[in-house]
């Protein structure tokens, strides 16, 4: 069956580092765009970043470029999120997404999510 899992979030201070993984199974991650999406309470679900199937070119929303890092390893059918410098407004769920093609930073033609991990970020 098809599956993504997050993994990594947890507690960090401000200005700490967190490296997410999302863990494709079911699937072959190089067939798929993915992106990574973030929601806190009463906001919208937002895309903060994604890469490309074929062409592997990045994207990112503006508040995370410079600090937050996305990458693929097909052979371990997974792609990661590094985040540096982390701020409090970074508090969030995040989820990853598969999709067809990245829209900007966002995900067009998605068909399966992750469930989610939870990142606080505070002193």
């Known amino acids: 069956q098809v599956q993504l899992v997050e993994s990594g979030g947890g507690l960090v201070q401000p200005g700490g580092s967190l490296r997410l993984s999302c863990a494709a199974s079911?699937?072959?991650?190089?067939?798929?765009?993915i992106g990574w999406f973030r929601q806190v309470p009463g906001k919208e679900r937002e895309g903060v970043s994604c890469i490309g199937r074929s062409d592997y070119r990045t994207h990112y929303e503006d508040s995370v470029k410079g600090r937050f890092t996305i990458s693929r390893d097909n052979a371990k059918n997974t792609v990661y999120l590094q985040m540096n410098s982390l701020k409090p407004e970074d508090t969030a769920v995040y989820y990853c997404?598969?999709?067809?093609?990245?829209?900007?930073?966002?995900?067009?033609?998605?068909?399966?999510w992750g469930k989610g991990t939870l990142v606080t970020v505070s002193s």
């Open positions: 079911g699937f072959t991650l190089d067939d798929y765009a």
């Open positions: 997404a598969r999709g067809n093609v990245c829209r900007g930073y966002s995900l067009a033609g998605i068909t399966y």
